[in-house]
């Protein structure tokens, strides 16, 4: 019976961890069907969980600070999208700028506002759904899951979504066809830095404060996760279930008195180990023609 309940724990325990990694990995997915690259989706969930910490602290209001979370993802996925469509700048640098922007200014406001170098004091935390003999679920685990489903729909079935697949395919053909090229990057960039700022947000409203570089290298698994899935929304979801999976072993294995002293060994067991399933299975697939090169009108 015991073995059972650990067995449901979990797995249930995989889905709320996994969220914030599916979450980064279909936006990324969105923006770079696109054509754009964003490797600055560590930088968009550092900021944003931040961002929903402050506002969650000063309203005590949770869903009003993940709603604030997502419209800074939005602007932050828009400013990138300027910068790589309109502008023509070089796409990872600007990725890499933002992730270091966002590390110092979150750093810096925990300073200003609590006088803190690690984390914030506590804020409210989203609530959840008791499962079975009260294993907690968060009800954005299971819409981040509608979302991979929907995106995987919208990408493949619908008008729109193949649109925006030309314009990371044959940015030419999709502009003869009267697409406006640099719009949909623009707007889809910005899609995929919502989905991260719901993530970033969810993260810091589940573990009920922020602390320093909270992200912790979800940004890059959701990049790795992007490649592993041939980018494709329905294989991501497996790609971040492994990841949260591993994570509710790591934490489990932390709560065994005789592990406790390598519990800095046992947190690498979620990125060591997705890192190897990703690397281990390849699917057939390849990314878009057009990828991270900039679009220039004849």
């Given at each position: 019976m015991l073995e059972a309940w650990l067995v449901a724990?979990?797995?249930?325990?995989?889905?709320?961890?996994?969220t914030p990694v599916l979450l980064a990995t279909i936006g990324e997915i969105i923006t770079e069907k696109s054509g754009v690259v964003n490797i600055g989706?560590?930088?968009?969930?550092?900021?944003?969980?931040?961002?929903a910490t402050v506002v969650a602290f000063y309203t005590g209001d949770p869903w009003v600070a993940l709603?604030?979370?997502m419209i800074a993802g939005l602007g932050a996925g828009l400013a990138h999208g300027v910068i790589a469509a309109y502008l023509r700048g070089d796409q990872i640098v600007a990725g890499i700028g933002f992730n270091m922007i966002a590390y110092g200014v979150t750093v810096l406001g925990l300073v200003a506002l609590w006088g803190q170098y690690g984390s914030s004091p506590s804020i409210p935390t989203l609530p959840s759904i008791s499962i079975g003999r009260g294993l907690p679920l968060s009800p954005l685990a299971i819409i981040a899951v509608i979302i991979a489903v929907s995106t995987w729909y919208f990408l493949t079935k619908t008008d729109t979504g193949l649109r925006l697949q030309a314009c990371g395919e044959e940015p030419r053909a999709a502009?003869?066809?009267?697409?406006?090229?640099?719009?949909?990057?623009?707007?889809a960039t910005g899609l995929g830095g919502l989905l991260a700022g719901l993530g970033g947000g969810y993260l810091a409203l589940t573990l009920?404060?922020?602390?320093?570089?909270?992200?912790?290298?979800?940004?890059?698994?959701?990049?790795a996760n992007v490649a592993f899935s041939g980018w494709?929304?329905?294989?991501?979801?497996?790609?971040?279930?492994?990841?949260?999976?591993?994570?509710?072993?790591?934490?489990?294995?932390?709560?065994?008195?005789?592990?406790?002293?390598?519990?800095?060994?046992?947190?690498?067991?979620?990125y060591l180990g997705t890192l190897l399933v990703i690397a281990g299975f390849r699917w057939r697939a390849r990314m878009p023609?057009?990828?991270?090169?900039?679009?220039i009108k004849e």
């Open positions: 724990a979990l797995a249930i325990g995989a889905l709320n961890f996994m989706i560590e930088g968009v969930i550092n900021l944003t969980a931040f961002i709603t604030t979370a502009e003869a066809m009267g697409v406006n090229v640099l719009l949909v990057r623009t707007l009920g404060s922020f602390t320093r570089g909270i992200a912790a290298g979800r940004g890059f698994i959701a990049l494709n929304p329905l294989i991501a979801i497996l790609g971040a279930y492994v990841f949260g999976f591993l994570e509710a072993v790591a934490i489990t294995l932390q709560s065994i008195p005789a592990l406790q002293e390598y519990s800095y060994l046992v947190n690498t067991l979620p023609r057009a990828l991270a090169k900039p679009y």
